[in-house]
């Protein structure tokens, strides 16, 4: 599986910004992660049947799928500083409910897109 993520950049504080993630195949379980500087690297979003979201980003950013064209999105909405990072999409045939915010669950990355949210 191939997993490439486009649409990162630099925005202000408050703005929008979309990010897509484009797969080679279609798997169970697609996912967002992201890195902070200095920081390990963390789960944003992921969908199973179901969607799921990490309580900083809930309310804010939206995560969807479109299986016929094999693709991911993340919508995020009132972009804080924060949410600077760099952001990663990932991929998991074997994922399971319990372990789908762990990063260890995942055994397909792509490459990441910076986001860089100015204040």
């Known amino acids: 599986v191939q997993l490439q993520a486009f649409g990162g950049g630099l925005v202000q504080a408050g703005a929008s910004l979309g990010l897509s993630c484009a797969a080679s195949v279609r798997t169970t379980a697609v996912a967002w992660f992201r890195q902070a500087p200095g920081k390990e690297r963390e789960f944003v979003a992921a969908?199973?049947?179901?969607?799921y979201y990490a309580e900083s980003v809930k309310g804010r950013f939206t995560i969807s799928r479109d299986n016929a064209k094999n693709t991911l999105s993340l919508q995020m909405n009132n972009l804080k500083p924060e949410d600077t990072a760099v952001y990663f999409c990932?991929?998991?045939?074997?994922?399971?409910?319990?372990?789908?915010?762990?990063?260890?669950?995942?055994?397909?990355w792509g490459q990441g897109t910076l986001v860089t949210v100015s204040s």
């Open positions: 990932a991929a998991s045939n074997t994922v399971i409910v319990s372990t789908i915010t762990k990063e260890t669950a995942y055994g397909y």
């Open positions: 969908i199973r049947w179901n969607k």
